[in-house]
């Protein structure tokens, strides 16, 4: 089974599950998931979790999240980006300057939104988008959001006459633009919705560094998925890395049981990635103070070095 992690630039129109079905077949495996829905709309950085990368996905997920978008002004739709139905117009012209700053103060100290109806949250077990095409009307409560960076980068033509704002938005977990789109409006006295939207950076990984779809997929097919692919370590990358001094050490990680380091300046209480003294990841562990040392209680085995032949036990991990 292939394993690891692939930053790849989903092009404009297919769905985040779309392109996990198109990556499970070129690889022929089902085990293949993504670390946050792009809108079909959007483009930029889908970081896909391949084999035992998949357990790590609620790591993968944490990190924050960059975007470049234009806001279309005077125009709202059910979708609140311009694929969807109009439900409400009117024409902007022109928008001060000082308006637009306050709007985007406004925005940025938000600690709570109503995300978009067409989303896919759960309400009951079911995704959002599918209950909104099936004709029901649900009122989602506000969820919290956290935006660390909001900026406006210029005016943009748009064919069809809308006045067209870009934007730059660093944000958390959860964070929809579409809606940061639709407070900037309604703080300027307007309606808008979300033109183009390019995830720029997901996490760790940034878009300069990501891997075309198309390339991705070929590469996957001709067996060579090993040239694309990252470790599967750099699912969990934020967290802080500490080395086992030896093999045994290695082998009692594997086996489930606590043990314990030296103190080290980038240890820390919570979730911590653990390698062996070669440097090799074998799992997740809880780190927790235990006198002038951490004690490390494995919580997701991702490499387990009992399996391997006696020559390479010594080693504690592949």
């Known amino acids: 089974m292939v394993s690891g992690v692939a930053p790849i630039w989903k092009p404009r129109g297919p769905t985040s599950h779309d392109v996990v079905a198109q990556v499970r077949r070129a690889l ?10 792009l809108d079909p709309r959007a483009e930029g950085v889908l970081v896909l979790l391949i084999g035992s990368a998949t357990r790590l996905a609620e790591f993968a997920v944490a990190g924050d ?5 234009d806001v279309a002004f005077g125009i709202e739709t059910d979708t609140l980006d311009l694929d969807g139905q109009v439900v409400r117009s009117e024409r902007v012209r022109a928008m001060d300057s000082t308006q637009l700053d306050r709007a985007i103060e406004h ?7 109503v995300p978009p109806a067409v989303s896919a949250i759960r309400v ?15 009122d989602l409560p506000p969820r919290p959001v956290e935006i660390h960076r909001l900026v406006f980068t210029g005016w943009r033509d748009h064919p069809n006459g809308w006045l067209l704002g870009g934007f730059e938005v660093e944000c958390g977990k959860g964070t929809y633009v579409r809606a940061i789109a639709r407070e900037l409006a309604h703080a300027c006295g307007t309606v808008g919705s979300v033109d183009r939207l390019v995830r720029t950076r997901s996490g ?11 390339r991705f997929v070929d590469a996957c097919q001709s067996g060579r998925a090993d040239e694309v692919l990252l470790p599967v370590a750099e699912a969990a990358g934020d967290l802080p890395a500490v080395n086992l001094p030896g093999p045994d050490d290695g082998w009692a990680v594997c086996s489930g049981r606590r043990v314990f380091v030296e103190a080290t300046a980038i240890c820390r209480p919570g979730p911590v990635r653990v390698h062996d003294a070669e440097g090799r990841f074998l799992a997740i ?20 070095v009992r399996t391997q032949p006696s020559s390479a036990r010594c080693l504690g991990a592949e």
């Open 124 to 138: 009951d077990g079911q995704r959002m988008y599918r209950r909104i095409r099936a004709g029901e009307h649900v």
């Open 204 to 214: 760790r990984f940034r878009l300069d560094a990501a891997v075309s779809l198309e």
């Open 65 to 69: 999240k960059a975007y470049a978008f």
């Open 28 to 37: 022929g495996q089902r085990r293949v998931g993504h670390a946050g829905t």
């Open 285 to 304: 562990a809880e780190a927790e103070a235990a006198g002038n040392g951490w004690a490390l209680q494995p919580s997701r085995v991702l490499y387990d």
């Open 107 to 113: 925005v940025r100290q938000m600690r709570a939104m």
